[in-house]
C-alpha cells in the first residue's frame, strides 16, 4: 500500500553542542598562569597573519570537511549497529568555532582532526568561514526550491570575558552571554529554544536537563536544517510493501517507492559500490546513494580487495573516492529506482568518537581556549549531536530475493535497475560549498 505524503516532506535536521565547565585546579601553579596579554590582543599569532590567501582558504576548508566526513562516518559505522544518521557539517562547524577559541596545543590538535593544511592559517581560515556564510544566506534568500540553514552560536557565561578580536568576527549572532551561574535552567531552556527555531521545530530538547549547570562557562551549538524536493518526484501510487534483506538471514518489510527515469550512475569498482545521484530541486543539493551489489542468498560481490557489503564500501571511500563521486563524474542513464521511505532519528554523546578522531585534548583539564577568554581554567566535558531525516516519495523528509545485480557486466541492462533492498550508505552533498551535509547507512527498517 503506498505511503501517505503532505507538501514538503523532505527534511533532514541535526545539532551538535559542546558544554564547557570550569576545569579543576591543577597542581602545577605554571599550568595555571595566565598567559602574558600582548598590548593588542591577538586571537592568533602574528606567523599566522601572512599564511595562504582567502581562496586557498575556501579550498582547504572544503578538502578538510569532505576528508572529516569520510573519518567520521568510518568510526560511526564501525561502532554503531543498526541504522546511522549523522550531520558531518553540523559537527565541523562546531568543531571550528572549538578552533577559533582554541591556542597552543589545543589549537594544533583541533586543526589537525578539522583536516585543515599546516600552511594555512586561523586567520584566512576565519574570513573563508565568514565567507561561506554570506554565501549560505544569499542563497538561502534566492532559494524558493529548498530550504538549507545553518547557524553556529557561542553562549558563553556572562562572567567570563570575551577577547575583542574573536567578538569582532563571531559578532552578535554568534555569541551569546548567559547567566549559567544564577540560572542554568533558563538557559538551558534558551539554547533548546535557538536550536528548535533553526531547526524548524524538528530538533527539541537537544539538552537534556543536566546538560547545564551552575558550573556551566560556555557551550558551542551548532543547528543545520535541510528540507527540499525530489527532481524528479517517486509517484505514490507506485510505493506499495516489500521485502529488505537485512542480513542473510533475517528479513524486514518496507515501503518501496519507485520510479523510471534518467540519473547520473556509476559502477564504482574501488568502492565495490553501485553509485546513484538523486538531485532536489535547484540541484545545489543531491542525495548520492552507494549501493553494494546484491545476489541470491545475500552474496556480495566485490573488486579490488574490497570485502563486501556496506562496511566494504566504507573501508574503502576516501576523500579522493568522494570527490571523484560528487565532481560531475557519473553519467546519465536510464534508470529503474527503487528505494525505501524511512525515518531515522539519532542522539550522542561524541566525545569518545572525537577523542579516537584525535582531539581528546579539548576534553582534558589542560585545554587551552585562551583565544576565547584570555584565561586558563575552561575545559568541554560533553558535546551532543543530534541528526533526524525523513525520506518519502516527494523527497527528503521487498518481493525479490533473486539477483538484482551482477557487479560486472560489459553490457549492462538497458535500463538500469537500482534497488535498494538491502543496506546502502547515502550522503546529502552540498555542490554549492562542497561539503557533505549529512551521511547515513540504512541497514533495517526496523527501529
Not at 151 to 165: G, H, M
Not at 341 to 347: D, R
Request: proline fraction near 6%; include cysteine.
Amino acid at each position: 500500500m503506498a505511503t501517505s505524503t503532505q507538501g514538503w516532506v523532505a527534511l533532514a535536521v541535526a545539532c551538535l553542542v559542546s558544554s564547557a565547565v570550569a576545569a579543576p585546579q591543577q597542581p602545577s601553579a605554571a599550568a595555571l598562569t595566565p598567559p602574558k596579554e600582548p598590548a593588542r590582543p591577538l586571537c592568533v599569532e602574528e606567523a599566522q597573519l601572512m599564511q595562504a590567501s582567502p581562496v586557498n582558504a575556501l579550498q582547504a576548508l572544503s578538502d578538510g570537511q569532505r576528508a572529516f566526513s569520510v573519518s567520521l562516518l568510518r568510526h560511526l559505522a564501525a561502532t554503531t549497529e543498526g541504522n546511522l544518521f549523522v550531520s558531518p557539517h553540523s559537527i565541523y562547524q562546531a568543531l571550528l568555532l572549538a578552533y577559533f577559541t582554541a591556542a597552543g596545543h589545543t589549537e594544533r590538535a583541533v586543526k589537525s582532526v578539522l583536516q585543515l593544511p599546516e600552511d594555512v592559517g586561523k586567520v584566512p581560515i576565519m574570513h573563508a568561514y565568514k565567507f561561506d556564510e554570506k554565501m549560505l544566506e544569499a542563497r538561502a534568500a534566492n532559494s524558493s526550491s529548498y530550504e538549507l540553514r545553518s547557524a553556529n552560536r557561542l553562549f558563553i557565561d556572562q562572567s567570563q570575558p570575551v577577547r575583542e578580536c574573536l567578538a569582532g568576527i563571531l559578532q552578535d549572532t554568534e555569541l551569546q552571554t548567559m547567566d549559567f551561574a544564577h540560572n542554568p535552567a533558563q538557559a538551558r531552556q534558551t539554547i533548546n529554544q535557538w536550536v528548535e527555531s533553526v531547526t524548524k521545530g524538528q530538533i527539541r530538547d537537544l539538552i537534556p536537563e543536566d546538560g547545564v549547570h551552575e558550573q556551566t562557562k560556555l557551550i558551542l551549538a551548532n543547528a543545520a536544517y535541510f528540507k527540499g524536493l525530489w527532481q524528479s518526484q517517486f509517484p505514490a501510487e507506485n510505493t506499495h510493501k516489500e521485502v529488505f534483506h537485512i542480513s542473510s538471514s533475517e528479513r524486514g518489510f518496507v515501503n518501496m517507492m519507485k520510479q523510471k527515469g534518467s540519473f547520473n550512475y556509476k559502477v564504482s569498482e574501488p568502492l565495490g559500490a553501485h553509485v546513484l545521484e538523486l538531485p532536489y530541486k535547484g540541484h545545489d543539493v543531491s542525495m548520492y546513494i552507494l549501493l553494494p551489489p546484491f545476489v541470491k542468498g545475500m552474496g556480495v560481490e566485490g573488486t579490488g580487495g574490497v570485502s563486501g557489503g556496506v562496511d566494504g564500501i566504507i573501508s574503502a571511500l576516501t576523500p579522493e573516492a568522494l570527490l571523484d563521486l560528487v565532481d560531475d563524474q557519473l553519467m546519465a542513464r536510464q534508470v529503474e529506482v527503487a528505494i525505501p521511505t524511512f525515518k531515522v532519528e539519532q542522539s550522542a554523546d561524541l566525545v569518545g568518537t572525537l577523542e579516537a578522531l584525535g582531539v581528546g585534548d579539548l576534553f582534558k583539564p589542560s585545554a587551552n581556549l585562551t583565544s576565547l577568554t584570555g584565561q586558563p581554567g575552561i575545559t568541554f566535558d560533553r558535546i551532543m549531536h543530534k541528526a533526524k531525516i525523513e525520506v518519502d516519495e516527494q523527497g527528503t523528509k521487498a518481493a525479490g530475493a533473486t539477483a538484482l545485480f551482477a557487479f560486472r557486466s560489459s553490457r549492462p541492462l538497458t535500463p538500469i535497475q537500482f534497488i535498494c533492498n538491502h543496506p546502502f550508505v547515502y550522503m546529502l552533498y552540498d555542490k554549492g560549498q562542497k561539503t557533505v551535509l549529512f551521511a547515513g547507512v540504512y541497514r533495517t527498517p526496523k527501529a
